[in-house]
């Protein structure tokens, strides 16, 4: 008897597990973004995996990143079990985890099923395109060979380095830029890399730019949570964005910290830029009569980009809430100036992500040339 329940034990850790594994398949979740919760077997072919948020409450967007290892072609389903949420991830496919194609699923309520012929070798599946550490660092040594200077604001909870680039300017002007506060947002990311491709390119426009603003990069604010695959928050368990007024989080604090050394030094931060992702491209701005300085900057770039990439449109909404915590709140009641969430939908052409970031800072380095 007692056998026979250890027997049962052991045979229902193994249907459930934290990875599935068999002669001809292996799923797996060891690597920088990996994430699914359990695995199981649930018919010949057939594997169940569940996907749950690091803690809650928690705003849903059910992450997921699996890399397939298979001895031979074969066909599988996968079903992605999502607990506390419905599914947000259009599921695509990569040999290399660097280009990716979509794949076909079906939505059932909480489930997605993923029909997938397998090659043999290595697949990876994920939610987006994914973006992790070692592809901020190879991004991170391009702008490095262009002049920018690295540096650490902080560390993680877990003790990573919150890096900054910095593009430094024979001025006291500064703008900011930080990203990835939210760790699936992909497309938020990519819109981020062009944006700060175009600010560093050797147009005139950029040029001169350059020279007359110091520039602050913050691409990674949630190093931890982007190596984990989490839906949202950082390690602390913590929505970083709405941690700007209370600052509990180390990874706000050193931007924080930063930015308050800025002005120790006679600097001015003059505008701000926070890369995310969400169901459409959208700017959430601050209003043109908040009292910021100057209270027409933002109203004037999204009409100069709206112009610039028409019939493509631009989508602004104007709003403030003050005990939310969010970074453009924070830059707006703490330096006096605009700052923009720059939203992009999750599923938005990626070259239009690039042709959108590319106009847009054109069109807002046309603008800022123009600040007494
Ligand atoms: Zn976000």
């Given at each position: 008897?007692?056998?026979?329940?250890?027997?049962?034990?052991l045979v229902?850790n193994l249907?459930?597990?934290?990875?599935c594994?068999?002669?001809?398949?292996?799923i797996?979740?060891n690597f920088?973004m990996?994430r699914?919760?359990t695995?199981?077997?649930?018919?010949a072919?057939?594997?169940r995996l569940?996907?749950?948020?690091?803690?809650l409450?928690?705003n849903?967007?059910p992450?997921?990143?699996?890399?397939?290892?298979?001895?031979q072609a074969?066909?599988?389903e996968?079903?992605?079990?999502v607990?506390h949420?419905k599914?947000r991830?259009?599921?695509k496919?990569?040999v290399?985890?660097q280009h990716?194609q979509?794949?076909?699923?079906?939505i059932?309520?909480s489930?997605?099923?993923?029909q997938?012929?397998l090659?043999k070798?290595?697949l990876?599946?994920?939610?987006?395109e994914?973006?992790d550490?070692?592809d901020?660092?190879q991004?991170?040594q391009?702008?490095?060979?262009?002049?920018?200077?690295?540096?650490?604001?902080g560390?993680?909870?877990?003790?990573?380095?919150?890096?900054g680039?910095?593009?430094r300017?024979?001025s006291?002007d500064?703008l900011?830029m930080i990203?990835?506060?939210?760790?699936p947002?992909i497309?938020g990311?990519?819109?981020m890399?062009h944006?700060?491709?175009e600010v560093?390119?050797?147009?005139?426009?950029a040029m001169?730019l350059r020279?007359r603003?110091?520039?602050l990069?913050?691409?990674?604010m949630?190093?931890d949570?982007?190596?984990?695959?989490?839906?949202?928050?950082?390690v602390?368990?913590?929505?970083?964005n709405?941690?700007w007024?209370?600052?509990?989080?180390p990874?706000t604090?050193?931007v924080?910290?930063?930015?308050q050394k800025i002005l120790?030094?006679?600097g001015k931060?003059?505008?701000a830029?926070d890369?995310?992702?969400?169901?459409?491209?959208v700017?959430y701005t601050?209003p043109?009569?908040?009292?910021?300085?100057?209270?027409?900057?933002?109203?004037?770039?999204?009409a100069?980009l709206?112009?610039a990439?028409?019939?493509?449109?631009?989508?602004?909404k104007?709003g403030?809430?003050k005990?939310r915590?969010?970074?453009?709140?924070?830059?707006?009641d703490?330096?006096?100036v605009?700052a923009?969430?720059?939203?992009?939908g999750d599923?938005?052409d990626?070259?239009?992500?690039?042709?959108?970031?590319?106009a847009?800072?054109?069109q807002?380095?046309?603008?800022?040339?123009?600040?007494?």
């Amino acid at each position: 008897m007692k056998y026979a329940l250890l027997l049962l034990a052991l045979v229902s850790n193994l249907a459930i597990a934290d990875q599935c594994q068999s002669d001809k398949l292996s799923i797996h979740k060891n690597f920088a973004m990996g994430r699914f919760n359990t695995c199981e077997v649930s018919a010949a072919g057939h594997y169940r995996l569940t996907l749950k948020p690091e803690n809650l409450p928690i705003n849903p967007s059910p992450w997921y990143a699996l890399r397939l290892e298979s001895s031979q072609a074969q066909q599988i389903e996968l079903e992605l079990l999502v607990e506390h949420g419905k599914p947000r991830y259009l599921p695509k496919v990569s040999v290399d985890k660097q280009h990716w194609q979509p794949v076909d699923y079906q939505i059932d309520g909480s489930s997605m099923h993923i029909q997938l012929a397998l090659p043999k070798g290595t697949l990876w599946l994920a939610g987006q395109e994914i973006m992790d550490d070692e592809d901020y660092q190879q991004w991170q040594q391009q702008l490095e060979a262009k002049g920018l200077e690295s540096i650490v604001l902080g560390q993680s909870v877990q003790g990573k380095p919150i890096e900054g680039l910095i593009s430094r300017a024979d001025s006291q002007d500064w703008l900011i830029m930080i990203g990835r506060q939210h760790p699936p947002e992909i497309t938020g990311a990519m819109a981020m890399t062009h944006f700060v491709d175009e600010v560093m390119e050797e147009s005139a426009q950029a040029m001169a730019l350059r020279k007359r603003f110091n520039v602050l990069l913050v691409p990674n604010m949630n190093p931890d949570g982007v190596h984990a695959g989490n839906w949202r928050h950082n390690v602390g368990g913590v929505d970083l964005n709405r941690d700007w007024f209370s600052r509990a989080q180390p990874e706000t604090q050193a931007v924080h910290s930063y930015l308050q050394k800025i002005l120790a030094d006679g600097g001015k931060i003059r505008f701000a830029l926070d890369f995310h992702s969400t169901h459409r491209d959208v700017f959430y701005t601050m209003p043109t009569d908040y009292g910021l300085t100057p209270p027409e900057l933002v109203d004037n770039w999204l009409a100069q980009l709206a112009e610039a990439i028409k019939p493509y449109p631009v989508n602004i909404k104007p709003g403030h809430n003050k005990d939310r915590g969010v970074f453009k709140q924070y830059i707006a009641d703490t330096y006096g100036v605009h700052a923009v969430t720059y939203e992009v939908g999750d599923n938005t052409d990626r070259q239009d992500i690039a042709n959108v970031a590319r106009a847009a800072a054109q069109q807002l380095m046309d603008v800022l040339k123009t600040l007494p």
